[in-house]
């Protein structure tokens, strides 16, 4: 066991006033399983790339061990598999590669195709099982579910719960319960860590902010019953004070005497206000806004909007899916689910209207409005104001909602190509909510957003209910909003 200490850590990139860490002090053993969690933006790939020595920083981060990162970074993706092994950790042996590939359920063959024509789970699997195979070694996985399918998370979830040693960002609920012991937290005020898995932590934190809610409000009862006391007493005093203003007998020394105890009183009583109310400044702090959204719906003429029978979608006579068969009615909330290559996103594109070789009937009623939200997010550069107006959606509901997924102003007057992935997702989910239409077809909506957010979101569309069509693969979300599913 061995500690990675960091101490009085402050960083700011070039060119920005604010600070994305400040003072930060905490310690991480390099046997924990460490779940890293917090809202877009809040810094956490930042953190990986500083203890990997890529940034100058303030204060001081110590190890006696090595770090690598996932996902590495492969040049020539044209070689073959066995040659990204060698590249990536050269004193591998063999046996040990082939028994870590069989724990995550991937092939031996895959060694011996070119590296490009793995399916992304299947370099995210065989990225996993070279850089555990390093010693002295301590991983930083930067969202790994991020090419995986159900299925997959779930192995990789079991594996890296057989493992230690790492540092994990996800921001899959489901996936971080079965993999970490330990969670590092990101919040608005502080960096906390907890022992336990992200359910744990979470309980912790409603617990917490609950707690200090209540304290809050008895807080500001306080303050206010002592600005009446503390009024009260002044104006006593000074009454008191002017009874000594006049003529005829009277003890004046004791009149201004009891004067003088009375503002002592009034003084006391405002000290202590003002210790409640410094008190209550350091409450609330860490308590995120999720902020009810609101999402603009179009009723359809018909119930049916879209109907596939027996549709084959092939690609150079090659069927990726055969026979699907389903439709979507007003007010279904479809989840469409299989592996990675099973035609999921060419479905999508298909009823979206791209020229998708089918066979097969699709039906889709006469001017069906769809608002689609695709994967990629690299196209997004310019400002979001023009990005708005481009869209032809409200501008001041687009920004407002974005406001309350946590996207901060000073990053919305950015352009948008330096946003961070979470954030570029944020924008493309904002329109698709801000756009009047028939139809939502979201294409793995969830990637790299915050699990605030997710649940912001899973908020709007079990209050609205939106027809909706979409692919994701995180469980808690699809459990929490399918109303149907669709198995490809």
């Given at each position: ?451 605030i957010s997710r649940m912001q979101i899973e908020e709007l569309l079990l209050q ?25």
């Amino acid at each position: 066991m061995s500690l990675i200490q960091v101490t009085n850590l402050t960083f700011a990139y070039d060119g920005s006033y604010e600070n994305i860490f400040e003072n930060a002090s905490f310690q991480i053993d390099t046997n924990w399983r460490l779940g890293f969690t917090g809202r877009n933006g809040r810094g956490k790939t930042t953190f990986l790339n500083l203890l990997l020595g890529k940034y100058e920083y303030q204060g001081s981060i110590s190890a006696s061990v090595s770090f690598s990162y996932f996902p590495y970074h492969v040049a020539d993706k044209t070689i073959f598999t066995i040659d990204v092994v060698e590249e990536i950790y050269p004193e591998y042996q063999y046996w040990q590669l082939v028994r870590e590939m069989n724990a995550l359920q991937l092939n031996e063959e895959v060694l011996y195709r070119s590296f490009e024509t793995l399916s992304n789970g299947e370099q995210t699997k065989l990225m996993l099982a070279v850089l555990f195979l390093k010693e002295n070694n301590f991983l930083l996985i930067d969202e790994p579910t991020n090419h995986l399918d159900i299925q997959g998370r779930e192995i990789v979830s079991q594996y890296l719960n057989s493992k230690k040693g790492y540092i994990l960002v996800s921001h899959d609920r489901a996936f971080l319960d079965g993999s970490v012991d330990h969670i590092l937290s990101i919040n608005k005020a502080s960096i906390d860590v907890c022992r336990g898995n992200f359910s744990t932590w979470y309980e912790n934190k409603l617990r917490q902010d609950a707690f200090e809610q209540a304290k809050n409000e008895k807080l500001k009862q306080e303050v206010q019953r002592l600005e009446e006391t503390a009024r009260e007493k002044a104006v006593w005093s000074d009454r008191v004070e002017a009874t000594k203003i006049g003529f005829g007998p009277c003890d004046r020394g004791y009149i201004g005497h009891k004067a003088a105890k009375m503002m002592a009183r009034s003084k006391a009583i405002e000290k202590r206000q003002q210790a409640a109310i410094e008190e209550k400044s350091q409450l609330l702090k860490n308590i995120e806004r999720i902020d009810a959204l609101k999402i603009l719906q179009t009723p359809f003429h018909s119930k049916r909007l879209v109907t596939l029978r027996d549709v084959t979608i092939c690609y150079d006579k090659e069927p990726i899916c055969e026979g699907i068969t389903f439709e979507i009615q007003q007010g279904d909330r479809i989840a469409l689910q299989g592996a990675n290559g099973s035609g999921k996103s060419s479905i999508i594109k298909l009823i979206c209207g791209e020229d998708i070789p089918y066979t097969g009937e699709m039906r889709i009623g006469n001017g069906l409005s769809i608002s689609y939200v695709s994967q990629d997010t690299s196209e997004l550069r310019g400002k979001l104001t023009d990005f708005a107006r481009d869209s032809g959606i409200d501008e001041s509901l687009f920004l407002a909602l974005l406001a309350k997924l946590d996207v901060p102003k000073r990053q919305m007057e950015k352009d948008m190509s330096s946003l961070s992935a979470g954030q570029k997702k944020k924008v493309l989910l904002a329109r698709s909510i801000c756009q009047p239409t028939h139809l939502h077809i979201w294409d793995e909506p969830m990637n790299y957003i915050d699990v605030i957010s997710r649940m912001q979101i899973e908020e709007l569309l079990l209050q609205f209910k939106p027809t909706i069509l979409f692919v994701e693969h995180d469980k808690v979300f699809c459990d929490n909003i399918a109303t149907k599913v669709v198995q490809l």
